[in-house]
C-alpha cells in the first residue's frame, strides 16, 4: 500500500510539473468506462442479435458475416447507438477535469468517439483507426467518409426481426455498391482529409514537446496494436530527458528495462487512480 502511496504521488507531481500531456488510449479506457463488449450489459442490449447468431461477446459480433445488408445494418445501428451516441462516460469525464488547462493532446486506437462525447477539443484528438460515426465505401471507390447518426436513427426505429427494411441499406453514391464502416479492418480503410489533418497535428504536437516536461498518459493499451501508442510511447521516454511515461494498465503494466526509472506504472482499479491523481494534480 505504501509503494501504491508513492506511485500516486508521483504521477501527481510528473502531472503538476508538465508543460504538456500526450494521453494514448486503448480499449481497456472504454472498458473500464463502461462500454460493455461481453457481461450483463451486452446480454441485455443485443438479447435478440445474441438468440438468432450466438453471439457470444461484442468483438466477434462485429465480424460476423451477415447473409444480407438488412442483417448486418440493423446489428450495427444498435451497436453504434449504444456506443457512439449515448451520454458521456464519466471517466472521460473525470480525464478532461485535470488535463483541460493544460496543452494536451489525444491520440487513440478507440473508434467510439468518447474523448469527444466527454468535452474533449476534437481538434486536439487523432483516432487512428476510424469512428463509429462514419461509413464509407466498402471499396473506397472515392476518399469521402458519411454521417450515418440520422441513418442510425431511422435504422432503429424500423428494424423488425434484426432486419431493417431494404430502401433503407445504404448505398455508394458514387459506383452504388455496398457501404462499410470506417473502421481499419483491412486495406479498403478511408484516411480522409480529415485524418490526415489531425495526423499532422499530431506530429505537429509531437514536434513542440520535445525538450519539454512531457507527461506520456498511456492508459489501456495492449498489444493488439502496439506500434500505434505503446512502443511509440516508451520511445519517446526513453529519447527525451524530460519525459515521464504513466502507464495504467490492468493487465500489461510492465515497462522495458531502459525506461523503468522514467515510468510509472499501474495496474490498479483505473477509476481509483484517475481520482487520486486528480485530487491534487489540478
Not at 457481461?39 to 461484442?58: A, M, P, S, V
Not at 495496474?267 to 494534480?281: G, L, P, R, T, Y
Request: include cysteine; charged fraction near 30%.
Amino acid at each position: 500500500m505504501e509503494e501504491y502511496k508513492i506511485r500516486i504521488q508521483n504521477a501527481k507531481q510528473a502531472i503538476k510539473n508538465a508543460d504538456y500531456i500526450l494521453i494514448g488510449a486503448g480499449d481497456g479506457l472504454s472498458t473500464a468506462a463502461g462500454l460493455e463488449y461481453n457481461g450483463e450489459g451486452f446480454q441485455r442490449d443485443y438479447k435478440e442479435f445474441i438468440e438468432k447468431y450466438h453471439f457470444e461477446d461484442l468483438y466477434t459480433a462485429s465480424f460476423y458475416p451477415f447473409s444480407s445488408q438488412e442483417e448486418k445494418w440493423a446489428f450495427w445501428a444498435r451497436l453504434i447507438k449504444l456506443n457512439r451516441f449515448g451520454e458521456p462516460l464519466k471517466l472521460y469525464q473525470e480525464l478532461l477535469e485535470f488535463v483541460k488547462d493544460k496543452n494536451y493532446f489525444v491520440i487513440t486506437t478507440n473508434v467510439d468517439g468518447q474523448f469527444e462525447t466527454a468535452g474533449f477539443d476534437k481538434e486536439k484528438i487523432f483516432a487512428v483507426q476510424g469512428d463509429y460515426r462514419f461509413l464509407q465505401c466498402e471499396n473506397a471507390c472515392h476518399n469521402k467518409l458519411y454521417d450515418n447518426q440520422e441513418m442510425v436513427e431511422e435504422w432503429l426505429k424500423h428494424t423488425k426481426d434484426c432486419k431493417i427494411p431494404s430502401h433503407l441499406v445504404p448505398k455508394c453514391p458514387v459506383c452504388g455498391g455496398n457501404m462499410e464502416m470506417n473502421l481499419r479492418k483491412d486495406g479498403n480503410f478511408i484516411q480522409d482529409e480529415n485524418w490526415y489533418k489531425q495526423a499532422q497535428k499530431y506530429d505537429q504536437f509531437l514536434e513542440k514537446i520535445e525538450d519539454k516536461n512531457v507527461v506520456l498518459l498511456e492508459i489501456g493499451v495492449g498489444f493488439n496494436t502496439p506500434g500505434i501508442i505503446r512502443f511509440p510511447f516508451e520511445q519517446m521516454t526513453y529519447q527525451h530527458l524530460r519525459t515521464t511515461l504513466i502507464r495504467i494498465n490492468k493487465d500489461y503494466p510492465m515497462v522495458s528495462q531502459e525506461i523503468q526509472n522514467k515510468a510509472i506504472s499501474f495496474d490498479e482499479d483505473i477509476h481509483q487512480i484517475i481520482a487520486e491523481v486528480k485530487e491534487k494534480s489540478l
